[in-house]
């Protein structure tokens, strides 16, 4: 049975117009490999409910899980919440469990617990509460949908909160093999090889160093035994 399958979702103009550099993709597609899920497409779209909807709705029809990045924090701008409520069809408004966090870690801290910050208690009916220690604003799981912040340390947090709750697959499992040619050279062996093990992935990533062209083949799978033997057709192809 193939793995498990997932999207991620980035939200915000501020990733679009590059004053903000995602590291949050980079971050789950690692997680997820790890966990046996393969993270099969990543879009990112603007503050604008419209394209969060038609954006979510796309990918939970597509993939088996959805991860969304950004816009669930207390200012104007933050409205995925209510895009993704909207997307399901269903109310959404203060949920008294998030409440309660939210106005227990307020007052814990001094800080006053203010309109902005309840914001942060908007959660969809139907939805759960994804747990997050760092800051303790919540995400939530509506459907296959998991719903997160876009702060790095939150979003990872998070991850760790949802990932026990998934099914997973086979881990995926990798090795590489340098070759100091040119992809013009290797390319009529290397689809043979790729051929012959249709059930793993082989890349190829190419490089130039010190005026010489190469490349790092990667074979990927969750297979040891057939990675161990695409491996050693690949060495003998190509001998370091």
């Known amino acids: 049975?193939?793995?498990?399958?997932?999207?991620?979702?980035?939200?915000?103009?501020?990733?679009?117009?590059?004053?903000?550099?995602d590291s949050n993709m980079?971050?789950?597609?690692?997680?997820?490999?790890?966990?046996?899920?393969?993270?099969?497409?990543?879009?990112v779209v603007s503050d604008d409910a419209d394209a969060i909807i038609g954006a979510v709705n796309a990918l939970r029809a597509a993939y088996d899980n959805v991860f969304t990045s950004g816009g669930i924090g207390p200012t104007h701008d933050?409205?995925?919440?209510e895009a993704v409520a909207a997307a399901f069809d269903t109310p959404?408004?203060?949920?008294?469990?998030?409440?309660?966090?939210?106005?227990?870690?307020y007052a814990r801290s001094g800080r006053e617990f203010n309109d902005a910050r309840q914001r942060?208690?908007?959660?969809?009916?139907?939805?759960?509460?994804?747990?997050?220690p760092v800051s303790i604003a919540p995400g939530f799981t509506i459907g296959n949908v998991h719903v997160m912040a876009g702060v790095?340390?939150?979003?990872?947090?998070?991850?760790?909160?949802?990932?026990?709750?998934?099914?997973?697959?086979?881990?995926?499992?990798?090795?590489?093999w340098r070759i100091d040619r040119g992809e013009g050279e290797i390319a009529g062996p290397l689809s043979t090889l790729a051929a012959e093990f249709p059930d793993l992935s082989i890349g190829s990533y190419p490089f130039q160093e010190n005026g010489a062209y190469g490349?790092?083949?990667?074979?990927?799978?969750?297979?040891?035994?057939?990675?161990d033997a695409a491996m050693s057709k690949l060495a003998h192809l190509f001998p370091a």
């Open 120 to 132: 942060m208690a908007r959660i969809p009916d139907g939805a759960t509460l994804i747990e997050n």
């Open 152 to 176: 790095p340390s939150v979003f990872q947090a998070m991850v760790a909160s949802v990932l026990p709750t998934l099914t997973g697959g086979a881990p995926m499992l990798s090795q590489s």
């Open 215 to 227: 490349s790092n083949i990667v074979i990927r799978g969750t297979d040891a035994g057939q990675i």
């Open 92 to 105: 959404i408004g203060i949920r008294q469990d998030a409440y309660d966090l939210l106005a227990a870690h």
């Open 1 to 21: 049975m193939p793995n498990p399958t997932a999207a991620i979702l980035i939200i915000g103009d501020e990733i679009l117009s590059g004053r903000t550099r």
């Open 78 to 81: 933050d409205i995925t919440a």
């Open 26 to 43: 980079h971050y789950l597609a690692g997680e997820l490999t790890k966990n046996g899920i393969t993270l099969a497409e990543a879009r």
